[in-house]
């Protein structure tokens, strides 16, 4: 996050709004002036930021942008003062990710993890495989990750299912169910994408009876939160041959320690949280929607990608 890029993103909001950078974590100095704060989760939980004390500490305070789309760090948000808004990066990551989960989608098809585990043991064993149109995939939480999940699946010619709360149509997915139906769903899926947001309701939700709930054979990708799944289970299950394959891009904790047995898990390709990333456009596009939003504050209009605290998401 340069002063040059963000500079260059404050000229083409054609905002009005006056800009400060901070760059060390204990000047809070700032703090009772601002009005508005763009951040990570990982600053506004180390210290010494006053996250519990944020509405003293800053009385002008009136919404704090998260530059990443998960805010479950930051879980519960009963720290946030009345009118304060939490807004996150949530629609930044849609055009890497659909490039991401189409490439991935493809090697679980052609069973890439299977022969990355033989060249490691230095084992010929070719495995043939058929064409990916008109298999089935499942997406687990149509979001803005999700959807963009759905838009690959549906570009492969696949017949997608979603899973989302409230069971709102999507233009990618075929057919759309309700988190009560998963475990009718998931016996279908060739491809199962984990894309939910990780909150209490949703923590744990692929463990070890729904893993062995899904069609023998099938294929795991997560590029949602590493605490939707129960990762032993999983170790089971690829050593079982249950599951022929999983692309994994989330990891708790991050980086994954040197003594996770992850690493050497067969069958598992191990993506170090880069899926959504685009290295060129993240940070411009973030910059753009926070300007945009600064906007939107000045104006007293509805920001874009508001938090609900209530569902944490």
Request: aromatic share 4%.
């Amino acid at each position: 996050m340069t002063p040059p890029a963000i500079e260059a993103a404050r000229r083409r909001s054609g905002t009005t709004a006056t800009v400060s950078i901070n760059e060390n974590p204990a000047d809070l100095s700032w703090l009772p002036g601002a009005t508005g704060l763009v951040t990570s989760n990982d600053v506004l939980r180390a210290l010494p930021f006053p996250l519990h004390e944020i509405g003293h500490r800053a009385p002008g305070l009136r919404w704090i942008h998260i530059i990443g789309a998960g805010i479950e760090p930051l879980l519960p948000l009963d720290w946030m003062p009345a009118g304060m808004a939490l807004t996150n990066n949530s629609g930044v990551h849609a055009a890497k990710t659909r490039e991401s989960v189409l490439m991935a989608l493809l090697m679980l098809n052609a069973r890439l993890p299977a022969m990355v585990a033989n060249q490691r043991a230095h084992r010929w064993q070719p495995i043939f495989t058929s064409a990916i149109a008109g298999r089935s995939l499942l997406v687990i939480g149509v979001g803005d990750i999700g959807g963009a999940a759905a838009s690959a699946g549906r570009a492969l010619r696949l017949h997608v299912t979603g899973v989302r709360r409230g069971g709102d149509a999507h233009p990618d997915v075929a057919c759309m169910v309700a988190p009560d139906a998963l475990d009718a769903v998931l016996p279908n899926a060739d491809f199962v994408v984990l894309a939910a947001p990780l909150t209490p309701e949703t923590r744990g939700m692929l463990d070890r009876r729904r893993l062995g709930l899904m069609k023998p054979g099938a294929g795991l990708l997560n590029v949602g939160r590493a605490g939707l799944l129960d990762h032993d289970a999983l170790a089971d299950a690829l050593a079982s041959g249950a599951i022929s394959g999983a692309i994994l891009d989330v990891f708790d904790p991050e980086p994954l320690p040197a003594d996770s047995p992850l690493w050497d898990l067969p069958g598992l390709v191990m993506m170090p949280h880069v899926t959504s990333d685009d290295a060129d456009r993240y940070l411009p596009l973030t910059y753009d929607l926070v300007f945009a939003n600064a906007d939107r504050l000045a104006r007293g209009e509805a920001l874009l990608n508001t938090v609900d605290p209530a569902r944490g998401y």
